[in-house]
């Protein structure tokens, strides 16, 4: 987005950022607690999460295939299983 909708990119950057950090978070307190192992890199992790779903989402919104979302969630909890302890 250009400068023209500053406002709304404004506003759009900080839902990523919010969006980013609470994932962030989750997945430490995750790596914390035991449940993903010691050398996940937690804020990839999350921004990896972010923009497959992001993807997957304009994927089936220009392709009208649903199915394209559910492929990219499972193959998400497959990536984020390999983390786990």
Do not use: Q
């Not at 990523?16 to 307190?29: D, I, K, M, P, T």
């Not at 937690?42 to 199915?67: H, N, T, Y």
Request: some cysteine.
């Amino acid at each position: 987005m250009g400068d023209t909708h500053r406002g709304l990119s404004d506003a759009i950057n900080r839902f990523f950022v919010e969006w980013h950090a609470l994932l962030s978070s989750l997945l430490g307190e995750a790596k914390e607690v035991g449940e993903l192992r010691k050398e996940t890199d937690c804020d990839a992790l999350s921004r990896l999460i972010m923009s497959a779903m992001e993807g997957a989402i304009l994927i089936c919104k220009v392709s009208k295939d649903p199915a394209s979302l559910s492929k990219t969630v499972e193959t998400l909890k497959s990536v984020i299983t390999t983390h786990r302890v």
